[in-house]
């Protein structure tokens, strides 16, 4: 029901920006939950931020710890596109990227096992 093609990732120096690019197809993309993870080396997958099916409440969005203040999640519905806005990256920020989409729920969570639909995932690499 809903494709997922991320771009946006590159090698960038520590303290730099990169946005990650979330393409949806499917007129069920509107509807779901989009959630990202990331996954660096020798590393388990961790929850990076999330986004509601509806965002006029800043309630509507979730983040790790890690990344809160740093990383803002973003959704246009016109584009069917979810955004993940880093600034000042780190080091540690290095990963793949995954977008992912739940179908069934409206609100934003972390539970990697709820999301149905996954990109291929974007390399980031921060450097020091």
């Known amino acids: 029901q809903v494709q997922l093609v991320e771009s946006g990732g590159g090698l960038v120096q520590a303290g730099g920006s990169l946005r990650l690019s979330c393409a949806a197809s499917?007129?069920?993309?509107?509807?779901?939950?989009v959630g990202w993870f990331r996954q660096a080396p020798g590393k388990e997958r961790e929850f990076v931020a999330a986004?509601?099916?509806?965002?006029?409440?800043?309630?509507?969005?979730l983040y790790a710890d890690s990344v809160k203040g740093r990383f803002t999640i973003s959704r246009d519905n016109t584009k069917n596109t979810v955004y993940l806005q880093m600034n000042s990256l780190k080091p540690e920020d290095t990963a793949v990227y995954y977008c992912?989409?739940?179908?069934?729920?409206?609100?934003?969570?972390?539970?990697?096992?709820?999301?149905?639909?996954w990109g291929q995932g974007t390399q980031v690499t921060v450097s020091s």
């Open positions: 986004i509601a099916a509806i965002t006029w409440s800043a309630s509507n969005t």
């Open positions: 992912a989409a739940d179908l069934s729920r409206t609100l934003p969570h972390s539970d990697y096992e709820r999301y149905n639909y």
């Open positions: 499917g007129r069920t993309f509107n509807r779901a939950s």
